[in-house]
T-cell receptor, first 114, second 112 residues
Framework: KNQVEQSPQSLIILEGKNCTLQ??????????LRWYKQDTGRGPVSLTI?????NTKSNGRYTATLDADTKQSSLHITASQLSDSASYIC?????????????FGKGTHLIIQP | NAGVTQTPKFQVLKTGQSMTLQCAQD?????MSWYRQDPGMGLRLIHY???????DQGEVPNGYNVSRSTTEDFPLRLLSAAPSQTSVYFC???????????FGDGTRLSIL
């Protein structure tokens, strides 16, 4: 069965510090990996999408990495801000590409303290 | 540009009642999906559609019905509400199948 595991479950850091969130997956075959940010009480918003050939992709202070050989991804947040407090969800798509081919992680709950 | 709009935002139902959760998108997206989000679990797919007139079941379809008569709208119907259906429901859409989805802000549903 396809699985996406995220770690840590929750994380608290001080404003201005950096942090890295992890995503390990066993989805096969692989099409792409997506990171979403979900603010409390809101729907998820796409941060990045990475295909097999992409190792790194940035979106402002967010940088995602992908190692398709070890089936691992990370999301690095630089110089954290209070607005980064949210849940971050890793989603992996199989080669089918449709909604039924998406496997969602449970998310990492990130709290930025002033 | 409204994106994906879900109504209502909150709803309380009694066991056995029925209701329809509304979802509308103004981006001309072909692909639309319904998910439920429960504490400690990832988003789970209920039903999805690849275009007007075409729907299919996801991982947890029991107790729910959908229809897709237009590209814009994808309502989710609870036939006879049960406490196990207490959850936050999200609608999502995308133009292509293998593209990040746009999500609505959810409907928070409590079944008493």
């Amino acid at each position: 069965k396809n699985q996406v595991e995220q770690s840590p479950q929750s994380l608290i850091i001080l404003e201005g510090k950096n942090c890295t969130l992890q995503c390990n997956y066993t989805v096969s075959p692989f099409s792409n990996l997506r990171w979403y940010k979900q603010d409390t009480g809101r729907g998820p918003v796409s941060l990045t999408i990475m295909t097999f050939s992409e190792n790194t992709k940035s979106n402002g202070r967010y940088t995602a990495t992908l190692d398709a050989d070890t089936k691992q991804s990370s999301l690095h947040i630089t110089a954290s801000q209070l607005s980064d407090s949210a849940s971050y969800i890793c989603v992996v798509s199989d080669s089918g590409g449709g909604a039924d081919g998406l496997t969602f992680g449970k998310g990492t709950h990130l709290i930025i303290q002033p | 540009n409204a994106g994906v709009t879900q109504t209502p935002k909150f709803q309380v139902l009694k066991t056995g009642q029925s209701m329809t959760l509304q979802c509308a998108q103004d981006m001309n997206h072909e692909y639309m999906s319904w998910y439920r989000q429960d504490p400690g679990m990832g988003l789970r797919l209920i039903h999805y559609s690849v275009g007007a007139g075409i729907t299919d079941q996801g991982e947890v379809p029991n107790g729910y019905n959908v229809s897709r008569s237009t590209t814009e709208d994808f309502p989710l119907r609870l036939l006879s509400a049960a406490p196990s259906q207490t959850s936050v429901y999200f609608c999502a859409s995308s133009y292509f199948a293998d593209q990040p989805q746009h999500f609505g802000d959810g409907t928070r549903l409590s079944i008493l």
